[in-house]
């Protein structure tokens, strides 16, 4: 069957050879859809006929946003320590250990169920395409129901072998990253598309961190990497070193830093609404953009640190407080993250693409930070 979607009053494309400007603009367009792919784009009066039609009424329409940073296989809630963080306690990442017991001790439907349950907020706010992450496990029998779970109905699985040192090796981090090289690296990788690790204070340093993405990578997995979060490292350059698909958080950069990210195929990805929670410092988006820095943008959905599943929050978030675009920030929630997924499938809606469209209870993407907070997305469409 195909369908045609007709009198969008403005359709963002992100392919600059379409329309207007870096979103390839287009106004009073349509498209047609055949076998989930993007058949046709053009003016509505050109339309070619198709097996259904679907008018959007004069509205907007943009590509699915691309989650490429979530975390969303754990049990439990962190309402507490948010509150505590709210009233003046630092976060330092110590809470990630409440959410590996809770984790632990869940049953696998219970996982598959929060999963699922979330996977169907971020398809109610538009997005289409979701990055899940292990990491609250941290033994290998939990790690790999973790990256099980998130491959049955994620759309990429991600094995974060190295979020934080598990209780049991309190004191001993060498050792539990022998452990991830030797044992879960081999068992999990099978199940998963990418490694990833939090090199930080508290978590993992730069020799622990390189150890397990160099193992990953020789398991035949992407690299990805938590870094410069919390605090100034050597994350940034770990994961260029890497070739790694991206970096994420990224708050605290040097100069060499930027310019590492610049010079390579690294994407940035920006994780405002974590900062927002834990009242950490925003990433300098600007500096990035303006260097020439790929960046994405990411929910980062997560019990303890970023809880929602709203791109159009981040969206938002990234506007007011990052000091990007509107454009910026819709095109770094849709084609950047596909870029950070190393995806050219998704993000954009030119031929070929897969039909991922949202359509907006407005006339323009510009009201999603134009109203923030307002549920815009009338209608999500994947594939």
């Known amino acids: 069957m195909s369908l045609r979607v007709v009198n969008i009053g403005e359709l963002v494309t992100n392919d600059p050879s379409m329309g207007d400007g870096t ?56 309402a507490a320590e948010f509150e505590a963080r709210m009233t003046g306690q630092p976060y330092a990442a110590g809470g990630i250990r409440t959410t590996i017991a809770a984790t632990r001790a869940a049953s696998d439907l219970a996982l598959a169920t929060n999963v699922t349950r979330l996977l169907g907020e971020y398809r109610r706010a538009g997005t289409t395409t979701v990055e899940c992450k292990s990491g609250y496990g941290q033994t290998v029998h939990d790690e790999l129901r973790s990256v099980s779970i998130a491959r049955c109905h994620a759309d990429d699985a991600t094995l974060l072998a190295a979020h934080v040192p598990p209780p049991e090796y309190a004191g001993r981090a060498d050792d539990y990253v022998r452990m991830v090289v030797d044992e879960m690296i081999p068992a999990c990788a099978p199940h998963a598309a990418w490694i990833d690790a939090f090199c930080e204070r508290g978590a993992f340093s730069a020799e622990q961190t390189r150890a397990v993405l160099e193992a990953g990578r020789a398991a035949g997995l992407g690299v990805r990497v938590h870094a410069n979060q919390l605090t100034p490292g ?16 990224c708050c605290h950069l040097t100069d060499a830093d930027v310019d590492a990210l610049a010079q390579s195929t690294t994407v940035a990805t920006l994780l405002p609404a974590a900062d927002f929670s834990t009242r950490n410092a925003y990433p300098d988006a600007r500096r990035l953009l303006d260097a020439g820095v790929t960046v994405a943008l990411g929910a980062d959905c997560n019990p303890g640190t970023s809880y929602t599943t709203s791109m159009p929050f981040v969206i938002a978030l990234a506007v007011q407080a990052l000091r990007m675009s509107p454009a910026e ?20 809606l030119s031929h070929g693409a897969r039909a991922d469209l949202v359509l907006l209870d407005a006339p323009s993407y510009l009201h999603l930070a134009y109203r923030p907070g307002v549920p815009l997305v009338a209608r999500v469409l994947k594939a």
């Open 234 to 249: 050597d994350g940034v350059r770990i994961g260029v070193d890497l070739d790694a698909a991206s970096v994420d958080h």
């Open 329 to 348: 920030a819709l095109w770094s929630a849709t084609l950047g993250g596909a870029r950070a997924l190393r995806r050219t499938d998704v993000g954009h």
């Open 23 to 78: 979103l390839g603009l287009l106004h009073d367009a349509a498209l047609v859809v055949e076998d989930g792919r993007v058949a046709w784009v053009g003016p509505s009066s050109r339309c070619p006929d198709a097996d259904e039609n679907l008018d959007a009424a004069g509205a907007a329409v943009i590509p699915g946003f691309v989650e490429s940073h979530s975390h969303l296989v754990f049990a439990g809630e962190r």
